[in-house]
């Protein structure tokens, strides 16, 4: 609803920081104060130091931060790559097709994760697809989780679509191929990365499903988290936490950029 009165918008900005600043803003600023805290007995830490993140960013740490970004790429790229085939395929289906095809990506979503982890490790722990024990799993089961957004995402942008272009190119001689990946594609690009920086981020902060199927040599970094907390090491945790959280907004503003520059094309 916009709001046109100088008054409506000052009322507007206040109720925003009311709601923000408590559940938003204070829960991360008591994390990141807890990350360089030793002790924690009255209403502001003490003892500042930034051992915690010299911890955090070597060792153990840092093989499960590795874990995480080659978990969350990989998933993001395949979650792209069906996600942008289906959507591109259901644009040329029937209502009842489409309608059809909506229900089956969003299927993961609609369940808890934690049924999605429990679904992969029953179906993938006999033979003739044996992946219990892998790191194969646990890429496979993100991908079914994130690949709904990317579907979703890549969907909605192709009914956005004028099919003025593609008739042009399709009317001057150019093959389907080409129109796809000379026309379509490139159209396409700016929600194309959006997905992927939406995949990937969801990715990263993955653990319900996780913690059924990591094996002990591919630990992602929210269950290095869940178990530094779980020890009580809450500072810890809180340093690994700042560190994913750093990471992933770096990787999206990496992503944003990319997005606005193919926006420009």
């Known amino acids: 609803m916009l709001v046109h009165s100088r008054a409506g918008k000052w009322a507007t900005w206040a109720v925003f920081l009311l709601l923000f600043v408590p559940l938003f803003a204070v829960p991360l600023l008591v994390i990141l104060a807890a990350s360089f805290a030793t002790h924690w007995s009255g209403a502001f830490p003490s003892g500042p130091t930034a051992e915690r993140y010299a911890a955090a960013t070597s060792g153990d740490s840092l093989q499960a931060l590795t874990t995480s ?18 959507a591109l ?10 309608r059809l095809l909506d229900a089956l990506f969003i299927l993961p979503v609609a369940v808890p994760s934690v049924v999605v982890g429990l679904a992969v490790l029953v179906a993938y722990s006999q033979p003739p697809v044996l992946l219990n024990g892998t790191r194969w799993i646990v890429i496979l089961a993100h991908t079914i989780l994130v690949t709904a957004f990317a579907y979703q995402s890549v969907a909605a942008a192709v009914r ?35 997905a992927a920086g939406l995949c990937f981020a969801l990715s990263m902060g993955e653990l319900s499903a996780t913690m059924m199927l990591y094996p002990p040599d591919w630990t992602p970094l929210p269950v290095h988290i869940f178990a530094a907390t779980d020890r009580g090491s809450l500072f810890t945790g809180a340093a690994l936490a700042v560190v994913l959280m750093t990471t992933t907004l770096l990787v999206l503003a990496a992503v944003s950029r990319i997005r606005t520059r193919a926006s420009y094309r």
């Open 69 to 86: 970004l080659v978990t969350a790429v990989a998933a993001s790229v395949l979650a792209l790559a069906l996600g942008g085939w289906a």
């Open 160 to 194: 956005r679509l004028d099919p003025v272009y593609e008739q042009a190119a399709a009317g001057l001689g150019a093959s389907p191929a080409r129109v796809l990946w000379r026309v379509r594609l490139p159209l396409l690009l700016p929600s194309l990365t959006s």
């Open 89 to 98: 395929a259901a644009a040329s289906l029937r209502t009842r097709g489409k």
